[in-house]
């Protein structure tokens, strides 16, 4: 086994409240809605709202954009989501304008093949997220790239997640065979495209048997 440490779960795309609350009942770190617009899973500023009173305190919120505007961001974080992911071409400059102004947690996603840009974004960003560039698709990443994704992330001091079609079945042969120290699921925790209860227990079931779940 490549990494001994237990790891972060961050859940994402919900659109209710009976879904977000029953994960929030979990061992999970994090808990995304996509603000990205017609996409799926999309939801509106209002909606979260309404969402994020039955979500406690210790799991991060997470608002889910591609290329969004500085008002978009702000508005996101006035109503209370705790951290931001940036899941488009969105610069190094704009994640610092992000940080200086509200000094909130970034999540940026890197499809595999641009990590080496990472060292760019190092003193803007909390995580990388390796993912597909489309997002929430339930497609496996080029795992072949996660060492080197993970040197560059260490070299930086940012922490290294994980996502794209991570479910029940391979998320032990993710941490078992690469040093991570997040995932992020969205389509391996729903059934016909609605998040399931029984999918989001069986991925921390799986998990705590290896010692991997954060409590
Ligand atoms: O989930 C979406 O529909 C989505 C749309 C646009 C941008 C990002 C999106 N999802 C972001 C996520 O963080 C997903 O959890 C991640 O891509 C994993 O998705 P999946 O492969 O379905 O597990």
Redesign the pocket.
């Known amino acids: 086994m490549t990494n001994i440490n237990p790891i972060s779960i961050?859940?994402?795309?919900f659109r209710t409240i009976e879904d977000a609350k029953f994960a929030a009942t979990l061992p999970i770190q994090a808990i995304?809605f996509?603000l990205?617009p017609n996409?799926?899973?999309?939801v509106s500023l209002e909606q979260v709202a309404e969402i994020l009173p039955h979500i406690p305190k210790h799991i991060q919120t997470?608002g889910?954009?591609?290329n969004p505007s500085l008002v978009e961001v702000s508005e996101a974080i006035a109503i209370g989501l705790t951290m931001i992911?940036l899941?488009?071409q969105e610069s190094p400059s704009f994640c610092q304008q992000i940080k200086q102004r509200w000094d909130i947690p970034i999540?940026k996603?890197f499809p595999e093949s641009k990590i080496e840009e990472i060292s760019f974004f190092k003193s803007y960003i909390d995580i990388i997220?390796l993912?597909?560039a489309?997002?929430?698709?339930?497609?496996?990443i080029d795992w072949s790239r996660i060492p080197s994704a993970k040197a560059i992330a260490d070299q930086n001091s940012v922490s290294l997640w994980i996502?794209?079609?991570?479910?029940e079945t391979n998320i032990a042969d993710l941490y078992h065979n690469y040093e991570i120290d997040g995932i992020?699921?969205?389509?391996?925790?729903?059934i016909d495209g609605q998040k399931n209860n029984q999918k989001m227990i069986e991925i921390i079931e799986r998990m705590d048997r290896h010692g991997k779940v954060r409590k």
């Open positions: 961050k859940y994402c795309g995304g996509i990205v996409r799926k899973r999309t997470v889910v954009f591609q992911q899941h488009g999540i996603v997220l993912d597909h489309a997002g929430g698709a339930g497609v496996p996502a794209g079609g991570l479910n992020d699921l969205s389509s391996g925790i729903e």
